[in-house]
Structures are given as structure tokens and as C-alpha cells.
């Protein structure tokens, strides 16, 4: 608008300007601009796509306040190894460096389109606690997971990778993957794969961001799932990694063993 004297909307102005009808003054605004945009080059959309962050990381050696942190979930340092969890110094993201204060470990990934993916997880921070260059086709947990058997074994599908290491040290023989995030779809390919060799449960968190996109799960993709909200001890543990905190991973077990047997 035009906050002069006279105040027009554009296409007052051109009827103002051109002497003419509202329905003339739109044709000569589409007319107008759509010979201005042929004289823009057109970019392809795969020009426009933004190419993730290149993270570089400089580990370390785990230290007794590593393991005091970790020891909270009874995950141990041979399981953190095994999924690729290291605690890192220094952070470089395209070639800057991050300031890093207190804990700082790194989720490693392996490589995608020739780029390493990590997330890097700060567990003393109330919010922001994670940084990225991963995606939805990043499943965490899914290297680790055992060969399928004979007798399928059990899959939970989870909301994290601190959980997916916790239920492995629940059992030994629980397999867990964790999407990307708990609002992150499984590719379809993968979610076929699960389907024919194991038997999945959705296992996420009880809270009401967990507990929707959980029953969103179970419709979309027809899997049945743990079920907190039934169990009492479930009131103060938010995940199961907390309810280890707080109680034991016998009391998980024996949780876990109570849905699953329905």
C-alpha cells in the first residue's frame, strides 16, 4: 500500500494509474510479472538443496564422570562402544569450532551420501540438548541389530539411542532401533525388513508427546505396543532408561515381560 495522501492496495493503484476495470488491472499485474519472471534464470530444485553440515570431533578418553553419568542406566562402557558412542573434546562443525562445556558425546552414524553423520548429545543441558547431521534415514540401533533367528526374536522400536542401549542391557536378547526422532517415519523398505524377522513392539516414551506419536505408530504401521500408562512405578519414569534410574532393570524386565505376554 502506498501510505500517502491516498492509500491504494496494488491493484487500486493500477486501476488508478491505468484508468481502468479491477478485472483489467489484474490481467496487466499477470502479465507484468510474468514477463519479469522470464528474464530470471531457472534454477533446477536440486540446486536449492542444502547440503548437511560436515561434523569433525576430537574424542577423548572416558573418564569417572562418564561412567558416574552412564552408570545412572547401567549402561556400561563396553555397550556404549559397541553402538558407537564416544565422549568427545572438541567439536568442529564446516571447519568452525564449538564451544563445549561439561559432558559432550558423540552418536556416530558411518557415512551417508559421503558425509559422516553424527549427533552430539548434551546430557547437563535442560533444552537443546542435541545437535545433528542426521535424517530420517538414519535409524539408530540398526547396525547393532542381531542376525534375524529361526524363532524371531523380539524388536522394540524406541525414541532414542540411550534407550536402545538400556534395553539391550535389560536382556541380551532384546534387539531396539530408535527412528531419528519419536516423529520420524521408518522407510518402508526397513519397516518390511522388521516385519519379517522380528517381533517389534513400539516402545515410546510416557509422556503426552510420546504417547501420542505412539498410537499414531501402531495405526499407521499395525505394530502393537508397550503400554506405560497401566503400570504404577511408570508415574515418575518418563522412558525406560529412567525407570532403570529409578528403580532396576530386574523391575524393567519383569515390566516388559508383564506387555509382552498379553
Known amino acids: ?8 492496495d496494488c491493484i487500486r493503484l493500477i486501476q488508478k ?20 519472471l522470464k528474464t530470471f534464470k531457472v534454477f533446477t530444485k536440486e540446486k536449492y538443496i542444502k547440503r548437511p553440515d560436515v561434523f569433525e570431533i576430537k574424542i577423548r578418553k572416558w573418564n569417572k564422570k562418564d561412567r558416574n553419568y552412564w552408570q545412572q542406566y ?4 563396553k555397550c556404549l562402544n559397541y553402538y558407537n558412542v564416544f565422549p568427545i573434546n572438541n567439536l568442529w562443525i564446516n571447519q568452525e569450532e564449538i564451544n563445549l562445556k561439561g559432558l559432550v558425546y ?9 558425509i559422516e553423520r553424527f549427533k552430539i548429545y548434551f546430557p547437563e543441558r535442560d533444552e537443546y540438548r542435541f545437535i545433528q547431521n542426521t535424517n530420517q534415514n538414519i535409524i539408530q540401533g540398526w547396525k547393532q541389530l542381531r542376525k534375524p533367528q529361526e524363532n524371531k526374536e523380539i524388536n522394540f522400536i524406541t525414541s532414542s539411542l540411550k534407550d536402545v542401549m538400556a534395553l539391550r542391557m535389560v536382556n541380551h536378547k532384546y534387539n531396539a532401533i530408535a527412528p531419528n526422532s519419536e516423529n520420524s517415519n521408518i522407510p518402508n523398505k526397513s519397516l518390511l525388513y522388521l516385519k519379517e524377522n522380528y517381533n517389534n513392539y513400539i516402545y515410546y516414551n510416557n509422556d503426552f508427546v510420546g504417547m501420542r506419536n505412539m498410537y499414531d505408530k501402531h495405526i499407521k504401521w499395525n505394530l502393537p505396543f508397550i503400554c506405560h500408562d497401566i503400570y504404577p512405578m511408570w508415574e515418575e519414569a518418563k522412558d525406560p532408561s529412567d525407570f532403570i534410574k529409578k528403580h532396576s532393570l530386574q523391575k524393567l524386565d519383569k515390566f516388559i515381560l508383564s506387555q509382552i505376554s498379553i
Open 74 to 77: 547401567q549402561i556400561s562402557e
Open 106 to 114: 558423540a552418536y556416530y552414524f558411518g557415512i551417508l551420501e559421503g
Open 17 to 36: 494509474l491505468q484508468n481502468c476495470s479491477q478485472n483489467e488491472a489484474l490481467y496487466i499485474i499477470y502479465r507484468d510479472f510474468k514477463n519479469i
Open 1 to 8: 500500500k502506498d501510505f500517502g495522501y491516498e492509500s491504494f
